[in-house]
């Protein structure tokens, strides 16, 4: 379990395939304090370390991972979002976030807001999922507050920090994010298709 408060990013120094599955091999500032079978979200995708070799380590993402998430498209080079799992004595400084995608949402639009940025993410909602305003959600890991709740879209407002330290300075329009939507959201949209059912 995760809190999308991103702890760090790492750089992917190296991205290996094997059958369906890729081998990523990640730089981190933290890779020291790591062992193998800890659970880190890249993206907002929980991973699990197989191999350690400071300052680099490496996770596996299988096909149905690859396929639900933007992983599949990470290449050398490329910053991911890291944060390892929540302690049960930390603070829970952003919202419950389970390290599973739901799906994917591309970026439409990036607007300058005199020293914030709104960030504007469209996604296909057949898939069941919904977000409300002022509500909750992680975008590649990141937990953040919905405005202009569409839909089919919805834009986040970004602090410089947070700009600076996650890998949204790297976002263009285009780009493709990992989206969990909020559990408590997903739980009560679960039962009100059950009752309609009834």
């Given at each position: ?80 979002n890291l944060e390892r799992s929540m302690r049960p004595d930390a603070l829970l400084d952003g919202h419950i976030v389970q ?60 602090i410089p920090y947070t700009h600076e330290h996650t890998n949204f300075h790297t976002f263009r329009v285009g780009t493709t ?22």
């Amino acid at each position: 379990m995760f809190s999308g408060i991103v702890e760090a990013t790492g750089r992917v120094i190296a991205v290996r395939e094997e059958q369906g599955n890729k081998h990523f091999t990640i730089e981190a500032p933290f890779t020291q304090e790591l062992r193998i079978d800890q659970s880190i979200a890249h993206n907002g995708v929980c991973l699990t370390v197989v191999e350690l070799e400071a300052p680099h380590y490496t996770v596996t993402a299988i096909r149905e991972t690859l396929i639900k998430s933007n992983l599949g498209e990470l290449r050398e080079g490329d910053l991911v979002n890291l944060e390892r799992s929540m302690r049960p004595d930390a603070l829970l400084d952003g919202h419950i976030v389970q390290g599973h995608v739901d799906q994917t949402a591309r970026c439409t639009a990036i607007t300058e807001a005199d020293g914030s940025w709104y960030y504007t993410f469209e996604y296909d909602s057949s898939a069941g999922n919904i977000t409300v305003e002022k509500g909750s959600v992680a975008v590649n890991g990141v937990s953040l507050t919905v405005v202009n709740s569409q839909p089919d879209s919805f834009q986040v407002a970004i602090i410089p920090y947070t700009h600076e330290h996650t890998n949204f300075h790297t976002f263009r329009v285009g780009t493709t994010v990992n989206l969990e939507f909020d559990i408590v959201g997903k739980y009560i949209t679960k039962l009100m298709q059950l009752y309609r059912v009834k």
